[in-house]
């Protein structure tokens, strides 16, 4: 039998982590980590695939739109009910939408079953996630830590991620996608709570 995947500690990681000489003082700033797993991990998807390549705020407008689209009810039934062109007025792309619909079909054939996504392997969700149409890793990525809270991804292709490392090292340069691991590794095993700091390190006045 495998091992349960590792889920997201808050209180271990805000006590080791606050001890780094470079990222403690963002811990410190910004208090425990509030990450938490989530249930609806088909809207997390989606929301997901609404945030690809954009900013925190427009994502959340766009999430707003389905979500009032569908009149709260997001999932594979009434995703799929829709077209491109339904989706469209939400502001978002043709391909963008076209990712939407090819996922709720993926959950509805049973070619993601969504049920047993918690336990899975990391790889394994990589490999029937990235089926997807439109789903590369960064998407993976985000639902790794956000919907099923996995305590040890490392978002390397994540730009905002590379830009924190940067500031917070005082690097000249914005480190390689293939150097990012070499910083996460002195954060280990709280790697995605890290990656959370990271993030919030680079907001303004506390507001994203």
């Known amino acids: 039998m495998s091992e349960s995947p590792e889920i997201?500690?808050?209180e271990a990681a805000w006590e080791a982590l606050q001890k780094d000489s470079h990222l403690g003082p963002v811990v410190l700033n910004w208090g425990k980590c509030p990450l938490a797993p989530s249930?609806?991990?088909?809207?997390?998807?989606?929301?997901?695939?609404?945030?690809?390549?954009?900013?925190?705020?427009?994502?959340?407008?766009?999430?707003?739109?389905?979500?009032?689209?569908?009149n709260g009810k997001i999932d594979p039934q009434t995703v799929c009910a829709l077209s491109v062109e339904e989706l469209r007025p939400l502001g978002i792309s043709a391909r963008k939408a076209e990712t939407l619909l090819d996922l709720a079909r993926h959950c509805l054939e049973g070619r993601i079953e969504l049920d047993k996504l918690r336990e899975m392997p990391?790889?394994?969700?990589?490999?029937?996630?990235?089926?997807?149409?439109?789903?590369g890793p960064w998407t993976v990525t985000m639902f790794l830590i956000f919907a099923l809270n996995r305590s040890r991804v490392i978002p390397?292709?994540?730009?905002?991620?590379r830009k924190a490392i940067q500031k917070l090292y005082k690097l000249e340069e914005i480190p390689k996608i293939s150097e990012v691991p070499q910083y996460f590794s002195l954060w280990a095993p709280h790697e995605s709570v890290a990656s959370?700091?990271?993030?919030?390190s680079l907001e303004n006045g506390g507001k994203v």
């Open 8 to 10: 997201i500690q808050v």
């Open 39 to 70: 249930k609806d991990y088909f809207r997390e998807l989606c929301e997901s695939i609404l945030a690809q390549q954009i900013s925190v705020k427009v994502a959340l407008v766009f999430t707003q739109r389905l979500n009032d689209l569908l």
């Open 122 to 135: 990391e790889m394994e969700i990589r490999e029937g996630l990235t089926q997807v149409k439109g789903i």
């Open 156 to 161: 390397t292709h994540d730009f905002g991620i």
């Open 196 to 200: 959370w700091y990271l993030w919030r």
